[in-house]
């Protein structure tokens, strides 16, 4: 099995940076595609980015295209989130998730608990 622990989350002003990280734990690991998403108050969870296990392939919504850039360090376990350019629309909990196969939807078998995110106006 695959832990998820999410980090770097915090408080904000809009325009400004944030870099979140989510380090992965577990007695065997495999090539595992990363995914990053989130849910706002009262809102359904929603697709933000993704990479393949080599980082050779990656999505993002267009949400924020141009503005956020995942990236991961296999040797650390880690997949990173940096976001810049940060709107109070980005406000969330932000989850990372985990599995073998590549996908912008929520079929994955490994999440973290979340990390907060907002942004003020």
């Known amino acids: 099995q695959v832990q998820l622990v999410e980090s770097g989350g915090g408080l904000v002003q809009a325009g400004g940076s944030l870099r979140l990280s989510c380090a992965a734990s577990g007695r065997t690991l495999s090539r595992y595609a990363m995914s990053w998403f989130r849910q706002a108050p009262g809102k359904e969870r929603e697709f933000v980015a993704a990479?393949?296990?080599?980082?050779?392939?990656?999505y993002y919504a267009d949400s924020v295209k141009g503005r956020f850039t995942i990236s991961r360090d296999n040797a650390k376990n880690t997949v990173y989130l940096q976001m810049n350019n940060l709107k109070p629309e980005d406000t969330a909990v932000y989850y990372c998730?985990?599995?073998?196969?590549?996908?912008?939807?929520?079929?994955?078998?490994?999440w973290g608990q979340g990390t907060q995110v907002t942004v003020s106006s």
């Open positions: 990479i393949s296990w080599g980082g050779g392939t990656t």
């Open positions: 998730a985990a599995d073998l196969r590549l996908t912008t939807t929520q079929a994955y078998n490994y």
